[in-house]
């Protein structure tokens, strides 16, 4: 048999389908992708592969629509000539995975760069939608570095009730509260938090889930629009055709992820979180994503990029409206289009039609602007994240735009340093401890109290718990003190409007400040210097440390699955995204 000559493969699936020089593994390889109907000319036809990596389930009810919108996207890639293969990703549903979905965005992470790595894909579309599902495809895609585009679950229509809108997750701090002080029984509670979840789709407030859709958008992983559109509205199902066209010429002209989100479209899509009001987990998990493309993305940088811009768009928890709303006002580019009119976005950044971020947004504008206001007439300025340290710990991030009239009156009041405040400190380890004794008089818990929570950082409560705000005491609540300062280890939810300190690195067990804290120690809080101390000698710092060391470290409870366990060993800090140590190695593995 002569030889045959062996020419170069056009696209990487090739490799599997349609190599004459490896035969023998060609024909394995391809015999059973046909025996559900797929054709030879197909598979063989010199077309591009394309993944659609379906993150939604019946165990995911924030991302069930993307089992109807992949219709479009197929029939979106079929006709720009290319080929799909659906897949699914391992499920993340933040409001149904225990201990907390934020462990498995990193297991997620993992198994879809096997799948991205190890089949016969040339491109995928990335399906996103709930908090950690959008983080973790675009980790994924970062590291295997083939050509990939995002698309939207969307928002729920909004919640209603009683002629008030209702906000997904926010209602929940707010209901909680009637239900403790009595206003409301059990059914009225489940009732009303009910009542914001009209339709399929993820959180309609300004949450995690908006807030990274936004920030794939504003990365340049999605096509202008998708981030806002309400699943339900015609819209959404036209953006996933429109989304399936693309994919298959983003392959033809090699548009990888490492080309798109460059360290200008971080910088970007920082710019963007403060504007939309973002969520305190955007840091964490933007960085992570940086972090696989070997970009280094710190807390600092979002001090620096975010913390002068504004607030403009008016969303719950920090405004009043709703998904529906941010989409008629015109989403994303409406909101770039506001920073680019003020010289705040690399408009040179390419995005995933192949056109600037510039060229997609400038002269965009909002339709409605009670929800997304002028750059001059913001809802508030300085409304990015600052970044705080001191004895307690090396990073922690607080979004002092958040901070209410109340607040200040309470704790920022001093003429001679008004944004400095000493409090006396009452810590909690971990969620079970904070819920049996938040409400005990013997902790003399008053209005000069500072709640720390501690023990729940990516070690102490595998994955990071959402616990760090807590509610005051209710004889306090009765008195009219809605709110504490709350300092933890852990994260925030996003729909939550606490001015929190958060993702305090190191956490206590991985030996940080907050381990030796004691009930009653004073704290000072510094806002314009960003520092958090605890007054206590560095003699008696010393002496807590030793005992702490002789007592074998800060205690957490056992792991309760394998990959609790995994995980444990492998993952660092949140202020450095709580990505896997070793994985970050791995960059652009398609091409190895
Ligand atoms: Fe899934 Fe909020 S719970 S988006
Ligand atoms: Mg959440």
Not at 67 to 89: H, M, N, Q, S, T
Not at 289 to 310: M, N, Q, R, S
Not at 511 to 539: F, H, P, Q, W, Y
Request: proline share 6%; with cysteine; aromatic share 6%.
């Amino acid at each position: 048999m002569a030889d045959t000559p062996q020419k170069p493969l056009k696209y990487r699936s090739q490799a599997w389908f349609d190599n004459p020089a490896n035969a023998d593994m060609t024909a394995l390889y391809l015999e059973r992708y046909l025996n559900f109907g797929l054709t030879r000319s197909e598979l063989q036809g010199g077309k591009p592969i394309i993944g659609i990596a379906q993150t939604g389930s019946d165990l995911s009810p924030c991302n069930r629509a993307h089992v109807d919108l992949v219709k479009r996207v197929r029939d979106g890639i079929y006709e720009a000539g290319g080929i799909p293969l659906e897949f699914p990703v391992h499920p993340i549903q933040e409001t149904g995975k225990r201990p907390t979905a934020s462990l498995d965005r990193n297991l997620s992470y993992l198994s879809l760069v096997e799948v991205l790595y190890g089949y016969p894909l040339d491109g995928v579309v990335l399906t996103i939608g709930c908090d950690k599902t959008t983080p973790a495809c675009l980790m994924a895609a970062a590291t295997v570095d083939i050509p990939a585009i995002a698309l939207s679950s969307g928002p729920m229509l909004n919640g209603w009730y009683k002629g008030q809108r209702t906000g997904s997750g926010t209602i929940v701090w707010m209901a909680r509260e009637k239900l403790a002080t009595g206003e409301l029984d059990y059914e009225g509670f489940v009732e009303l938090v009910a009542t914001s979840a009209p339709s399929t789709g993820f959180c309609n407030t300004m949450g995690t889930a908006t807030t990274m859709n936004s920030l794939a958008e504003a990365l340049g992983m999605s096509l202008p629009g998708n981030a806002a559109i309400p699943a339900p509205y015609r819209e959404r199902g036209q953006m996933a055709y429109a989304t399936g066209r693309r994919i298959v010429d983003m392959v033809k002209e090699d548009l990888t992820p490492s080309k798109i989100m460059t360290r200008k479209a971080f910088e970007n899509a920082i710019a963007v979180n403060t504007a939309i009001g973002g969520s305190t987990n955007a840091p964490n998990h933007l960085n992570a994503i940086a972090a696989h493309l070997g970009i280094e993305l710190t807390v600092a940088d979002w001090e620096k990029h975010g913390y002068d811009l504004p607030l403009l768009v008016n969303l719950q928890p920090a405004g009043e409206y709703l998904g529906e709303d941010y989409h008629r006002a015109g989403g994303v580019p409406a909101v770039v289009a506001e920073l680019i009119a003020n010289g705040k976005i690399h408009e040179d950044c390419i995005t995933a039609n192949g056109k600037t971020i510039g060229e997609n947004c400038k002269g965009q504008f909002s339709w409605d602007r009670a929800v997304i206001r002028e750059f001059g007439k913001p809802m508030k300025e300085h409304a990015g994240f600052k970044r705080l340290s001191g004895n307690l710990f090396d990073n922690a991030i607080m979004k002092t735009s958040v901070i209410s009239e109340e607040f200040r009156q309470r704790y920022l009041s001093n003429p001679k340093d008004p944004n400095a405040f000493v409090a006396k400190a009452i810590v909690f380890d971990g969620p079970e401890d904070y819920h049996a004794h938040i409400d005990d008089p013997k902790l003399s818990i008053d209005e000069n109290t500072i709640l720390f929570i501690r023990g729940v950082g990516p070690l102490g409560y595998p994955g990071a718990a959402e616990v760090v705000n807590m509610r005051a005491p209710n004889y306090l609540l009765e008195k009219g003190i809605r709110s504490l300062p709350c300092v933890g280890d852990g994260r925030q939810s996003g729909t939550s409007g606490s001015p929190s300190i958060l993702n305090a690195s190191p956490e206590a067990a991985a030996g940080g400040g907050l381990a030796i804290l004691k009930n009653g120690d004073m704290v000072r809080i510094d806002l314009n210097k960003g520092t958090c101390d605890m007054l206590v000698s560095n003699e008696e710092l010393e002496k807590r440390r030793a005992e702490l060391e002789k007592a074998g470290g800060y205690k957490v409870p056992p792991s309760q699955t394998p990959w609790q366990e995994i995980f444990r060993k492998e993952v660092g800090q949140l202020a450095e995204g709580m990505v896997l140590k070793g994985a970050t190695k791995f960059q652009r593995v398609a091409k190895t």
